[in-house]
């Protein structure tokens, strides 16, 4: 099956850094890319769609200015974590859609920890 | 809006027995359903859908899902439970159109605890 990539697995950072995660579709090409964010024991929540070659679409209530998206080519989309502060700890999951299926499944992720000291 | 609803926090069952996790819906027009697994520190791993077509949905891992359009349910089975299969699990659907395409709408998901 399709796989997707996320660097780094974990990342622990100060307060007032950015952070920047990548994701990846390894094995095929990702018009479209999803970041979403999950707390303990919850769902995932959407917080914007990337679309290779244009601007993310953001969720009501995500910050656009603070979690920065980048989709630069079919394979890789970046979420920047700027100005980190603790309330930003969270896991965040990417999923990516393939060019080439029907566009209903999405691949995700394995997810990075983030934890804003 | 386009959303699912998983009712149980978790669901216990013994290796061997048969396990169900619950999901309903609730749509606009033809649904298109999902299921995910997601184990510790994990991301989610896509374990069937629903389309069109046959309403029982085969899966991996021999998961198997049933979509009942009266009950508006598409509840996650498995005959013979294994102790392996202890995650959480989330029932998904697809979302409205937008520019960027169609996203997916969680449940709040289930955790499965499947004992020897």
């Known amino acids: 099956g399709a796989v997707v990539s996320q660097h780094p697995s974990r990342v622990i950072c100060k307060s007032g850094t950015s952070v920047k995660i990548e994701c990846r579709s390894l094995d095929f090409q990702a018009t479209t890319m999803f970041w979403y964010r999950q707390f303990p024991k919850q769902s995932l929540m959407l917080m914007a769609t990337s679309n290779e070659g244009s601007k993310a679409t953001y969720e009501q209530g995500v910050e656009k200015d603070k979690f920065l998206i980048n989709h630069a080519s079919l394979t890789l989309s970046t979420l920047t974590v700027t100005s980190a502060h603790p309330e930003d700890s969270s896991f965040y999951i990417c999923s990516a859609r393939d060019r080439d299926e029907a566009q209903e499944t999405q691949y995700f992720g394995p997810g990075t920890r983030l934890l804003v000291l | 809006a386009q959303s699912v609803a998983q009712p149980e926090d978790q669901v216990n069952v013994a290796e061997g027995n048969p396990l169900t996790v619950k999901c309903t ?27 069109t077509g046959d309403n029982l949905v085969k ?58």
Do not use: M
């Open chain 2, 25 to 51: 819906y609730s749509v606009s027009g033809n649904p298109y359903l999902f299921w995910y697994v997601q184990y510790p520190n994990r991301g989610l791993q896509f374990l069937l859908k629903y389309i």
């Open chain 2, 59 to 116: 899966g991996s891992y021999g998961f198997e899902a049933e979509f009942n359009k009266s009950q508006t349910s598409f509840h996650l089975k498995k005959p013979s439970a294994l102790v392996s299969d202890s995650a959480l699990y989330f029932c998904a659907v697809r979302g409205f159109y937008s520019n960027s395409g169609y996203a997916l709408n969680f449940g709040k998901g289930t955790s499965l605890l499947v004992t020897p």
